[in-house]
């Protein structure tokens, strides 16, 4: 969908969202079952489609909301995105909510800034999420939010991608489960930033990361070889004493 689309669609409510977003779901199922979904990688490593059918999908299937400002405080609570959800760049002056929300092939909200608070806790992202150079000016909560692959095929790793993000304010990981990578190269803290009993499977890679504030990872599970020297606390840390 394009722009004037998805908003019109968000403006019909959560129930009509989500009707439309089973019904998408079932024509890839559709497609696969076919033997028409086809897709292939480009000389980046980005997915791309190799036939009309599976074109037609992702074209109509994809949420596109990037650029755009939303004057009104806006609610994705508990939708479900049937593939990617794209936010680049947009702009949420008096906040977000997207608790509970599903992204079933991806989110992307790079280079996003949230005005007020960003809710975005207990939402599920399959194959990756990214948060890359986003800017959090109030409040950012992500607690119970589950980083997964997506079902089928390409699924991605469930990765979350925060480089070069910067949270103004608190901002709260607890009890996040990633069966992928975190990222948080050049990522700044300035408020307290809280991980507690978080989990990480693949890498949680740290790169001048800046924690300005108190920094908890109180019962978390990172991997072994999380390189804690890359990053720079003002306030020592409560590290997790366990890894994988």
């Known amino acids: 969908m394009n722009l004037d689309e998805s908003l019109a669609l968000h403006a019909r409510g959560r129930e009509e969202w989500n009707r439309w977003a089973v019904a998408t779901r079932e024509r890839r199922d559709a497609l696969v079952a076919a033997e028409q979904w086809a897709w292939a990688y480009d000389s980046r490593a980005d997915v ?26 806006v609610d994705f609570s508990g939708f479900v995105f049937p593939s990617s959800g794209l936010f ?3 702009k949420f002056p ?8 599903q992204f079933l092939d991806g989110a992307c909200f790079n280079y996003a800034q ?5 809710e975005f806790d207990s939402a599920e992202f399959r194959s990756e999420a990214g948060f890359s150079h986003a800017e959090f000016l109030a409040e950012a909560r992500f607690d119970g939010c589950r980083f997964s692959p997506a079902e089928g095929q390409p699924a991605g790793d469930g990765s979350l991608d925060l480089s070069s ?16 990578r975190v990222v948080v190269s050049e990522t700044e803290f300035s408020g307290s930033a809280n991980f507690d009993g978080a989990s990480v499977e693949r890498m949680f890679f740290l790169w001048a ?21 890359d990053a720079t606390f003002a306030v020592p840390p409560r590290l997790p004493r366990h890894t994988r």
């Not at 949230?114 to 960003?118: C, M, P, S, T, Y």
């Not at 800046?210 to 072994?224: D, K, M, V, W």
Request: proline residues 4%; negative net charge; glycine residues 8%.
């Open 48 to 73: 791309y489609p190799t036939n009309e059918a599976t074109q037609k999908w992702w074209s109509e299937a994809a949420a596109q909301f990037s650029y755009h400002e939303f004057v009104e405080p």
């Open 114 to 118: 949230f005005g007020a608070a960003a």
């Open 88 to 90: 680049i760049m947009a």
């Open 209 to 229: 990361t800046q924690f300005r504030g108190e920094a908890s990872f109180s019962g978390a599970c990172f991997p072994a070889d999380t390189n804690w020297s």
């Open 94 to 101: 008096l906040g977000a909510r997207f608790s509970g929300a």
């Open 165 to 180: 993000a910067k949270f103004a304010r608190a901002c709260s990981f607890v009890d996040v489960r990633c069966t992928g």
